[in-house]
């Protein structure tokens, strides 16, 4: 084989990949160095801050203007800075996330480096909860139509009614909730790990839905028990959709103008059950309550429709026969608990993140009033 007078021979391509590859390597070496001074400077800086913030308030000395001070440095810190949230590149105050732990091992490397990396990390993050806010709402609607409409079929005796089939899509969309829920649960642990602040109980929370889907999809479908729960799932499903979509528009934009004033860092995150915005106060307020009201409602009936089966003796150690509905109303007992739980839950991660929010406006008016009269 003849080679062409710009083609570079075998030789000469050997030696090249030989430079590239010790190049990468003493980047590699320069980027670790460089991760562990930076690391080691972080740490100092950290426990000096928190020594003088600690001094600072045991004093007595109030809001002064060293206590000012040393809370910027704080909010810099913690993401308000051009390098983001440098918490991650602490090893003081970066942990592994358990989830993350127990599925991917103690050593994942769910820290990126890069800041327009983390970024594109968050914004896939909105992207995949924009597209399951549309499942949430599209396919329990159809599910729930259909199943009204074939029970209205049987009733009158009428043949064709797709039941099963029905009821064989309510269980693969179970299916999807465990995808959905395992995922979020994955991608909020990482955006964590790069800086996002985000509320512990609604990762619990994915945990928890997990857990309730499996429940749910071990139920048999012909049970009775399984087909007056999950019609009511179904539409607490279709309500909840709907929140999350009007949320994820409105939210981000308020998120991103926040960032924006520097109220928030730039890896934030907004929950689709979290408290709104002042500005969609009227509308999300009252929508979300509601969504939890029905929840608790949903997960009482729940609850005291199969509460006599799950205390029966029956059944517990001896097999009973697969006509009775004994083992799935159980089921749905456990089910009903847990949604009971969630309703709970997010009750009260709302109404702190409400309380938390006025707290934080009141020290701003403060804030501005004190500086209107220095002035």
């Known amino acids: 084989m003849t080679l062409s007078p710009e083609a570079v021979s075998p030789a000469e391509l050997v030696n090249r990949c030989r430079v590239l590859s010790e190049r990468v390597a003493q980047h590699n070496r320069r980027m670790k ?17 928190r020594s003088q913030i600690e001094s600072s308030r045991d004093s007595g000395t109030g809001e002064d203007e060293g206590l000012e001070q040393l809370l910027l440095a704080k909010k810099i810190y913690e993401g308000q800075g051009p390098g983001g949230d440098l918490r991650i590149m602490s090893s003081t105050t970066k942990k592994t996330p358990i989830m993350l732990k127990y599925l991917l091992g103690k050593e994942t490397a769910g820290v990126l480096i890069r800041f327009d990396q983390r970024l594109k990390l968050k914004q896939e993050y909105f992207k995949f909860r924009h597209a399951a806010a549309l499942i949430f709402t599209i396919v329990p609607l159809i599910l729930g139509f259909g199943l009204r409409r074939a029970t209205q079929m049987e009733a009158m005796g009428e043949q064709g009614s797709l039941s099963p089939p029905l009821w064989v899509a309510t269980q693969a969309y179970a299916a999807w909730l465990v995808y959905f829920y395992v995922s979020l649960a994955l991608r909020e642990n990482i955006l964590v790990m790069n800086g996002s602040d985000i509320r512990a109980w609604w990762i619990h929370h994915h945990y928890i839905m997990v857990l309730f889907t499996l429940v749910l999809m071990t139920l048999p479908t012909e049970s009775k028990a399984f087909k007056i729960f999950s019609e009511k799932f179904i539409f607490f499903n279709v309500l909840q959709g709907l929140i999350m979509m009007f949320q994820n528009k409105y939210q981000s934009r308020r998120l991103y103008r926040q960032i924006a004033l520097g109220r928030n860092k730039t890896m934030d995150v907004v929950s689709t059950e979290s408290s709104p915005g002042k500005g969609h106060l009227l509308v999300l307020y009252p929508a979300l ?45 456990v089910c009903g608990v847990l949604f009971m739980i969630l309703a709970l839950g997010n009750l009260l991660s709302t109404l702190a993140t409400i309380f938390s929010k006025a707290k934080k406006s009141s020290r701003r008016n403060a804030k501005s009033s004190s500086n209107k009269k220095s002035r």
């Open 33 to 49: 160095a460089d991760e562990q001074a930076l690391g080691s400077e972080i740490d100092t800086a950290y426990r000096e801050l």
């Open 289 to 333: 309550f509601a969504m939890q009201a029905l929840q608790f409602a949903v997960a009482i009936d729940a609850i005291l429709y199969s509460a006599n089966d799950f205390f029966s003796e029956v059944g517990w150690l001896d097999n009973v026969p697969s006509s009775t509905d004994l083992r799935s109303s159980r089921g749905v007992f």
